[in-house]
């Protein structure tokens, strides 16, 4: 695996591989690397000729400073990870190359993605994302970039930006991927006690009990209602929401729509200080 850490030296080594006709697949990721990510790696590999990782943990898609500092960074650990899964070149920028200091200010138009469920718990968040992910694309020029499932709304943030700048990138969404338990693998999870770690399976089960009630008739909003009851009632889990929404544009369906396929289940929860999101499709 190459490593670059400037931008130059990237779009250097990756525009040779370009000319001579070879497809680029991208990752990006902010690091403190599990099985999630390497999936994402994996389908890059087996579906283009170059695979490219990029780890950057990005200062401006965090609106709570304390998160920010309390982000993992286990670096060696990662890079060894993405050499033993076959990882062909890792970007690992500084903030300062990503950020010059005459950094124009960046402001995107979301629509409603930006108001509603991690727009508006977070707020300035998908704006940080897209003003990276769009940095990022403008240097990597991938063919295809691939992101995850376990981050619903922000794939279909990038899907809008993508389409709004005409981006010559396609995007493939990948499943989300599981501990055996259930719970959704989160560079976050490292930071769950035990205890909490347990606890936390609740939302999993949750999302699992609503797809398991509706594949056996129940509507959608009955099968919601009571996995809500049980998360209502989960030891150490502080819900910030739990709904079942239209995929197209993450509206939250009402009675007369039970019927729409397929549909998304989405909810986000505190749970042992650690804020964590989850979806399933239905
Ligand atoms: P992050 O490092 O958290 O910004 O995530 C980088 C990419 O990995 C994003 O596209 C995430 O959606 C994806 N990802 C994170 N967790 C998982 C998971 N459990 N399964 C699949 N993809 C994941």
């Known amino acids: 695996m190459e490593t670059f850490t400037t931008k130059n030296a990237l779009e250097a080594h990756l525009s040779a591989f370009r000319s001579a006709g070879k497809t680029i697949g991208f990752v990006p990721t902010m690091g403190a690397l599990h099985e999630g990510h390497l999936a994402l790696i994996e389908r890059a590999k087996s579906t283009t000729s170059i695979s490219v990782c990029s780890i950057f943990v990005n200062p401006t898609q965090f609106n709570d400073p304390a998160d920010l500092e309390k982000y993992p960074r286990p670096i060696e650990k990662d890079i060894a990870l993405l050499e033993a899964a076959g990882c062909d070149v890792l970007f690992l920028p500084t903030v300062g190359e990503m950020y010059p200091s005459d950094e124009e200010a960046w402001s995107f138009d979301l629509g409603q993605l930006d108001k509603i469920w991690e727009g508006a718990k977070r707020p300035g968040h998908y704006q940080g994302v897209t003003q990276i992910v769009n940095k990022l694309f403008h240097i990597v020029k991938p063919n295809i970039a691939f992101f995850g499932q376990k981050d619903f709304q922000q794939c279909m943030v990038i899907q809008l930006m993508v ?120």
Do not use: H
Request: proline share 5%; net charge neutral.
């Open 163 to 282: 389409d709004k700048l005409a981006l010559p990138v396609r995007l493939e969404i990948v499943d989300t991927i599981r501990d055996a338990d259930g719970l959704a693998k989160s560079s976050r999870n490292v930071r769950l006690s035990p205890r909490a770690r347990t606890q936390a399976l609740a939302l999993s089960k949750a999302l699992f009990m609503v797809k398991q009630a509706v594949e056996q008739g129940e509507s959608p909003q009955q099968a919601k209602e009571e996995a809500l009851r049980f998360l209502q009632q989960a030891k150490g889990v502080e819900l910030e929401y739990f709904a079942v929404c239209n995929p197209r544009d993450l509206t939250e369906i009402g009675p007369e729509q039970q019927n729409i396929r397929p549909l998304v289940v989405i909810l986000a929860a505190w749970v042992g200080g650690v804020r964590l999101i989850d979806n399933i499709l239905l």
